[in-house]
């Protein structure tokens, strides 16, 4: 059975930093692409970052220089590494492959509360 657990958030003073890991089972991981997400009370959900399985990576505007994303496969397990955090980066944040069949798929993501 598919299943990813996102773990890893928290309470954070501005400026500092946490590690998001997403924990995948049931996929064939290595040759997934993946993405993480975040969503803001009263906001839509927005795209954060991605990996490809080939490691290629991209991320939004707002978290760029701030924010890595990378993936581990002996781990099957993506990672999101936050530093520098911004009370706007206040959200949970969701992980999931990026293959469309995955476009209605929400897990229940992890509290990221940032504190100015």
């Known amino acids: 059975q598919e299943q990813l657990v996102e773990s890893g958030g928290g309470l954070v003073q501005a400026g500092g930093s946490l590690k998001l890991s997403c924990a995948a089972s049931g996929i064939a991981f290595n040759i997934t692409s993946f993405a993480w997400y975040r969503q803001s009370p009263g906001n839509q959900r927005h795209l954060v970052a991605s990996?490809?399985?080939?490691?290629?990576?991209d991320y939004a505007d707002s978290v760029k220089g701030r924010f890595i994303i990378f993936r581990d496969n002996s781990k099957n397990t993506v990672y999101l590494q936050m530093n520098n955090l911004k009370p706007e980066d206040t959200a949970v944040y969701y992980c999931?492959?990026?293959?469309?069949?995955?476009?209605?798929?929400w897990g229940q993501g992890t509290q990221v509360t940032v504190s100015s």
């Open positions: 990996i490809t399985s080939g490691s290629s990576v």
């Open positions: 999931k492959p990026t293959a469309q069949i995955w476009r209605e798929y």
